[in-house]
C-alpha cells in the first residue's frame, strides 16, 4: 500500500470543488483518481477534515491474542516449535486458521525471538563433552602442513560431472 497523499494536495482539490469545479473535473485536474476526489469533498463536508486515515496494514493479528496461553503453553512445552508447528496446532486444537506470518507477529509483539546458533543442543551431554574434550586434547599433536581445507562454499551440484572418468587399473 502506498504513503497517503498530502493534505495540501486534498485541500487544493477540495477549494477547487467550492470554487464551481466538479469532483471529477477537479481529480483530472490534480491528477488523482475520481473516486478519491468524491471521497474527500465528501469526508470534508461531513466530518471538516480532510487529513487522511491511519493506515494499519496488520488487521488481523490481534484475533491471535486469544490465544496467547495456548501459544504460549506450546512453546513452554517444546522450545524449538515451529511457526508451521504453531499455526498447525491452532488450527487441529481450536478450528482457527492462522497463517506463519501471524505466528510470527505475535511472537515478535510478545518478544519471543530465536536466535539459531551454531552449537548443537547434544554439546551439553556429559558423554559429548567428554569426547570434545579428548579431541582437544588431540590437537597439538597434528601436523599443519599435513591438514587439508576442504572450503565448500562455492560448490554447486551443476559443477560435478555426470559421469565417474576413471582409469582402469588393469
Keep these: 500500500m502506498g504513503k497517503p497523499l498530502s493534505v495540501d494536495l486534498r485541500s487544493r482539490l477540495v477549494a477547487a470543488v467550492a470554487n464551481g469545479l466538479s469532483r ?21 463536508t461531513s466530518t471538516g477534515t480532510i ?14 491474542e486469544a490465544f496467547a496461553d495456548v ?3 506450546a ?17 487441529t ?6 497463517a506463519p506470518s501471524t ?9 519471543m525471538t530465536f536466535k539459531k546458533t551454531a552449537h548443537t543442543s547434544e554439546q551439553t551431554r556429559p558423554d ?23 572450503d565448500k562454499t562455492g560448490a554447486s551440484t551443476k559443477m560435478a560431472r555426470q559421469r565417474n572418468l576413471r582409469r582402469r587399473e588393469w
Excluded: M
Excluded at 486515515?53 to 490481534?62: A, F, M, R, V
Excluded at 516449535?81 to 491452532?90: D, G, K, R
Excluded at 579428548?134 to 601436523?143: E, R, S, T, V, Y
Design 71 to 73: 501459544i504460549l503453553a
Design 51 to 64: 487529513a487522511p486515515k491511519p493506515q494499519d496494514g496488520n488487521t488481523c493479528s490481534h484475533h491471535i
Design 103 to 111: 505466528v510470527w507477529r505475535f511472537l515478535d509483539r510478545h518478544a
Design 24 to 44: 471529477r473535473a477537479a481529480a483530472g485536474r490534480f491528477g488523482v483518481s475520481a473516486a478519491s476526489a468524491i471521497r474527500w469533498v465528501a469526508a470534508s
Design 75 to 91: 512453546i513452554e512445552a517444546q522450545k524449538d516449535v515451529s511457526l508451521i508447528e504453531l499455526a498447525e496446532l491452532l488450527r
Design 93 to 98: 486444537a481450536y478450528g482457527v486458521s492462522f
Design 128 to 150: 559429548a563433552a567428554a569426547r570434545r574434550q579428548a579431541w582437544f586434547g588431540g590437537q597439538p599433536d597434528l601436523d599443519p602442513e599435513c591438514l587439508v581445507f576442504l
